[in-house]
């Protein structure tokens, strides 16, 4: 296939174009660099089946040649970028969603939107399956990225029913990893970069709210089986294993040795209390759950960003 993935440049957009490439298929990544970086897919540079464009998806997309498949995953992910772009956040899940649709239609390509658990809001039903419609405040700080995502997935489905398109919806649960950027403001790096300079860790409000996390692999296994599937319906990919972000902090501090201890601050208006993906129908659908042990994939993230703070000095 030759695939684009907007977002290319992005945390989980680089891992895709590495596992369609290792596929053998040809890859054209696309990203303005607003939140993605260079360094993500500088080793891909050279590759005969790989290309980058910078380009903003918000404005007219234009590929030369054939495309047979479009990964929408050009957006500000973290709490600090999107409150700090809010709109671009909005014009990225709606006039990017747009012209990525649009493109996938012109060239009669199968189109996947990288939609999210912040879908769901604060959640009043635990865990979250897929027939939830969400408890979402769109006018609060938070509404930018999670209404941006709605509207995405609306217009996703619109475009299934009304032009045919061939469309998929992954809602994308807590996913960590290797690239991402220390200073994007998710718990994960947060905790790791607090943890690995010998600072308490900063946990908001008591500590109980919860999430799960699932490790950048096994996301991406879940997408690119998901591409191939017949599914159009929205699918939860995340870890089903839920612990509250107290627990969470003490595991960071165990494995990296930090003594610092914790802090609390007050929680951001709107933080969802609990978060835990229903896998069910992926299991059923995809024969997909995340296989890496939560350990086992902090301990690599911690790794990683151990070289990142070493290379800054």
């Not at 956040?89 to 912040?118: I, M, P, Q």
């Not at 319906?233 to 969470?248: C, D, K, R, Y």
Request: net charge negative; glycine share 10%; charged share 20%.
């Amino acid at each position: 296939m030759r695939v684009l993935i907007t977002g290319g440049a992005g945390f989980l957009g680089s891992h895709l174009c590495d596992r369609f490439l290792r596929e053998g298929h040809h890859v054209i990544a696309m990203d303005n660099l607003i939140t993605g970086s260079i360094r993500n897919i500088e080793h891909l540079a050279g590759h005969e089946r790989f290309r980058f464009i910078k380009h903003d998806v918000t404005e007219y997309i234009y590929i030369e040649g054939p495309v047979d498949a479009v990964l929408h995953f050009a957006s500000p992910a973290s709490p600090i970028d999107y409150l700090q772009l809010p709109i671009q956040t909005l014009k990225v899940g709606a006039l990017g969603t747009h012209k990525a649709l649009g493109l996938a239609r012109a060239k009669g390509a199968r189109f996947l939107l990288a939609s999210t658990s912040e879908v769901y809001g604060d959640p009043l039903t635990h865990p979250q399956s897929e027939d939830y419609w969400g408890n979402v405040n769109p006018i609060g700080p938070r509404g930018v990225y999670d209404e941006a995502k709605r509207f995405a997935e609306a217009l996703a489905m619109a475009y299934h029913r009304y032009h045919g398109l061939d469309t998929r919806i992954a809602r994308i649960f807590n996913t960590y990893g290797p690239r991402m950027r220390l200073d994007d403001g998710r718990v994960v790096p947060s905790f790791i970069g607090q943890a690995l300079r010998g600072e308490p860790l900063t946990v908001h409000g008591d500590g109980s709210q919860t999430r799960s996390f699932c490790f950048y692999s096994d996301l991406v296994e879940g997408v690119y089986r998901l591409l191939d599937s017949d599914y159009v319906q929205p699918l939860n990919l995340g870890s089903p294993v839920e612990m509250s972000i107290l627990e969470f902090a003490h595991l960071v501090n165990r494995l990296v040795g930090n003594g610092a201890g914790i802090v609390h601050q007050p929680l951001p208006a709107d933080d969802p209390k609990v978060r835990q993906p229903d896998v069910t129908r992926a299991r059923e659908i995809l024969g997909w759950e995340p296989e890496v042990r939560l350990e086992d994939g902090l301990r690599q993230t911690i790794d990683w960003f151990h070289g990142v703070l070493r290379a800054s000095q």
